[in-house]
C-alpha cells in the first residue's frame, strides 16, 4: 500500500555539496517525473523517465543529473548544490503516457 | 508549446458561497486536462480530469469542471465551500501522445468562518 515514497523528507545541506533525493514507487508504473515547487512559479519539471535506462531533460535540468537502472527507483542528483536549488521537490509516476500522475509527499530541500 | 493561465494567485470565498477557480489553456490540438489540489506539506491529490468524453467532468469532495473548447477554458467549480476545502488548486494540460504535464502556477483558495 505504500504507492510513491520520497527521502529524505527534509534536508539542510550546503553550497557545493552532493545532494541525492531519493524516489520509489511500488506499482510498477512506466513513467516517472521530477518537479521542483517554488513560490510564483508553480511546479516545473526538471527531467522525466519514459521507463528504465531512459530518461529526458524537462523545463529545468540544469544543475541536475537523474538515473534509472530499475523500473521503481528514479534518484534525482544535485551534483554542487547551489542556493537558487532550495525549493521542494516531488517525485510523480503514470502507468502511460496520457495517465493521471501520481504524486510523492515531497522532500524539502534547504542549500545554504 | 503549451501553457496553462490561472487567474488570480489568491481565491478568497466564506463557508457556503460558491467556488470558482479558474484555468485557461492554450492547444493547437485537443487537450486533457487535470485539476489537483495540495493541502499543506502534502503531495499533489487528483481532483479531476477531462479527456474528450463528457465536457462536464465531476470530481471528488464536490468539485466539478467545464471543458469549454470556443473559450479555452476549464474552470473549477465548487457550489457551497467548505473550510476543508482550504488548499492549493493546481490546473494541469496534456496532450495525446505526451507523457508530461503542464501545470499551471496555482491557486490558493482560502476559505472564511
Known amino acids: 500500500d505504500a504507492g510513491i515514497t520520497q527521502s529524505p523528507r527534509y534536508k539542510i545541506t550546503e553550497t557545493g555539496r552532493q545532494v541525492t533525493l531519493m524516489c520509489h514507487q511500488t506499482?510498477?508504473?512506466?513513467?516517472m517525473f521530477w518537479y521542483r515547487q517554488d513560490l510564483g512559479h508553480g511546479l516545473r519539471l526538471i527531467y522525466y523517465?519514459?521507463?528504465?535506462?531512459?530518461?529526458d531533460k524537462g523545463e529545468v535540468p540544469d544543475g541536475y543529473v537523474v538515473s534509472r537502472s530499475k523500473t521503481e527507483n528514479f534518484p534525482l542528483t544535485l551534483e554542487s548544490a547551489t542556493r537558487s536549488q532550495t525549493s521542494v521537490y516531488f517525485c510523480a509516476s503514470t502507468p502511460g503516457a496520457e495517465g493521471t500522475q501520481y504524486f510523492g509527499p515531497g522532500t524539502r530541500l534547504l542549500v545554504l | 508549446a503549451q501553457s496553462v493561465t490561472q487567474l488570480g494567485s489568491h481565491v478568497s470565498v466564506s463557508e457556503g458561497a460558491l467556488v470558482l477557480l479558474r484555468c485557461n489553456y492554450s492547444?493547437?490540438?485537443?487537450?486533457?486536462l487535470f485539476w489537483y489540489v495540495q493541502y499543506p506539506n502534502q503531495g499533489l491529490q487528483l481532483l479531476l480530469k477531462?479527456?474528450?468524453?463528457?465536457?462536464l467532468v465531476k470530481g471528488i469532495n464536490g468539485f466539478e469542471a467545464e471543458f469549454k473548447k470556443s473559450e479555452t477554458s476549464f474552470h473549477l467549480t465548487k457550489p457551497s465551500a467548505h473550510m476543508s476545502d482550504a488548499a492549493e488548486y493546481f490546473c494541469?494540460?496534456?496532450?495525446?501522445?505526451?507523457?508530461?504535464?503542464?501545470f499551471g502556477k496555482g491557486t490558493m483558495l482560502l476559505v472564511s468562518p
Open positions: 523517465s519514459a521507463a528504465a535506462d531512459i530518461t
Open positions: 492547444s493547437s490540438v485537443p487537450p486533457y
Open positions: 477531462y479527456t474528450s468524453a463528457a465536457t
Open positions: 506499482w510498477s508504473h512506466s513513467y
Open positions: 494541469a494540460v496534456g496532450y495525446s501522445g505526451y507523457s508530461t504535464l503542464t
